[in-house]
């Protein structure tokens, strides 16, 4: 009897910069990452988080992979891990769970930009989560939160930060009074309908602006050998549920 081929587990994370990445895979980010380009010329957007309904929808995939395209167009970039509870960025890096990070940097442990480490060749750096802390959202809502934010928006051109999903926890809707938007990770044939309105309406009502939403793990059985990775789609809405869409 054939086996099952096994289906990737929410915590694998799959780069753009693996040689084996499908054309569609590594397109689709660098579509999404023109298309934010556009954005930033006509508004202020550099600080843009990534959060989803739930959990296990694949927006630190999107994280990881929107930071590290943006990067190879010539951009200083700096991915933030603002998932203290869940962190999984480490495992991008090989990069022990209990590093030093965010969590150690608004405790005073350690300084900003020395618990910031670079991707080797490439643009991209990393601010992983630190040491699990009890209370995550006031940390996020902190004064020193805010000091960090405007920290790196000095130093970067782009600054990403992946935060957890919004209807499970308040930490997005408390970071996104920080943020010049948001985007919205869904998953494709998975997430119900009304958990994005839902979503969407948490963010609303806490001021964050949504730049557009991503699909995620959106044609697994057409990825051919290539099936342990997501194809990314996506589209940007005025109000939500418009179909124009930008397909890849």
Known sequence: MSKKRQKPTTKQLFSV?????????????????TNLEFITAAQDCKKIMITSALANEGKTNVSVNLALTLSGYDKKVCLVECDLRRPSVHRFIDSSRNTE?????????????????????????????GSTPPNPSELLASEKMKDVIDALEKEYDYVIYDTPPVLLVTDAAALGKYMNGALL????????????????????????????????????????????????????YYGYGSTKKNKS
């Open 17 to 33: 910069a693996d040689e084996n990445a499908p054309f569609s895979y590594v397109e689709a980010y660098k579509m999404l990452c």
């Open 101 to 129: 990070g965010l969590t150690n940097v608004l405790k005073g442990e350690i300084e900003l930009f020395k618990a910031i480490r670079k991707i080797s060749d490439t643009n991209m750096h990393i601010l992983l989560a």
């Open 185 to 236: 990770v869904v998953r494709h044939n998975k997430t119900e309908k009304n958990l994005v309105l839902k979503a969407k309406k948490n963010l609303d009502s806490a001021g964050v602006k949504i730049l557009g939403a991503v699909y995620s793990i959106y044609s697994e059985k057409s990825a051919g050998s290539y099936s342990r990775y997501s194809s990314y789609n996506y589209y940007y």
